[in-house]
């Protein structure tokens, strides 16, 4: 089950049913009118689903893969799906008719992040040892590779005006990089201590970032950090508290007007603080 909340009142907005298995992807369109959830059951089946966030209705499927997928994400103009995969490929979905529009097969490791440009034009993706791709949006011919990770890339944020895209991983580091180049703007090596878990990009160039360490932190556009966060509390393990064990947030979003920087943990909570 996918659960949705009103933002203003912090009150359930309602329930969608993912049948397919566990939903591991959860992203917005741009217009906020669709969400995207992908997901499955390993080795199992792996499919995306589109969902009308007003009614809950299911609008469209993509992808029939052997094993859950990891990584998602929709086009601007929702038209195209992209999906990464354990078999270490990329795939263009057209969400007219579900039919396969391209294949990428430049990764060699899992495909763990998909991210399409806010003006479509670029498609950044990232494996489990650290390679990150730049693509064209609409025909998946490449057009840069970035290279500055040693571990698996978590995560892919673009800016609004979509010149630079932020990227994560589980070796601490957040890169800030200028797709015009492929140059670092800013790279920060002990972002987290063991490993940033994710990174999105708010509507005015600050970064939010969480990781191993139990921290949620906000970076200013330059790549410099502006505040962190701790999560209160201890983690669980079958619905009880595990003493010692802080609590890991595990994803983590701004909200559109730029105010609220919003997280969820290992335990299933949504925490949510103010940005000075």
């Known amino acids: 089950v996918i659960e949705l909340f009103d933002t203003d009142t912090s009150k359930p907005y309602g329930a969608i049913e993912f049948p397919e298995g566990e939903p591991l992807v959860l992203t917005f369109s741009q217009s906020g009118r669709l969400l995207l959830a992908a997901g499955g059951k390993p080795v199992q089946n792996g499919s995306v689903v589109l969902f009308d966030v007003a009614t809950g209705k299911r609008l469209a499927g993509v992808a029939d893969e052997p094993d859950a997928i990891i990584a998602a994400d929709l086009s601007p103009d929702e038209k195209l799906v992209a999906i990464g995969c354990t078999s270490r490929l990329v795939k263009l979905y057209s969400t007219e008719d579900g039919s396969l529009l391209a294949t990428i097969d430049k ?22 040892i650290g390679n990150i791709h730049l693509w064209d949006g609409n025909t998946g011919g490449v057009i840069l590779p970035l290279s500055e990770h040693n571990k698996s890339v978590r995560a892919l944020s673009w800016r609004s005006d979509s010149g630079v895209v932020a990227s994560c991983g589980e070796d601490g580091t957040i890169v800030w990089w200028d797709v015009k180049d492929g140059w670092p703007l800013a790279n920060k090596p002990n972002a987290h201590q063991d490993g940033v878990l994710d990174c999105r990009f708010g509507p005015s160039g600050e970064l939010a970032s969480c990781g191993r360490d139990g921290l949620v932190k906000i970076w200013s556009a330059e790549g410099n950090e502006k505040k962190s966060f701790a999560l209160a509390g201890e983690a669980t393990a079958a619905g009880k508290l595990t003493p010692g064990v802080r609590l890991l947030p595990t994803r983590v979003a701004i909200s559109f007007d730029g105010s609220t920087v919003l997280t969820g943990d290992t335990a299933g909570n949504l925490h949510s603080w103010q940005i000075p």
């Open 107 to 128: 990764h060699t490791d899992w495909v763990t992040a998909v991210a399409f440009s806010p003006d479509g034009k670029y498609l950044a993706t990232a494996d489990r």
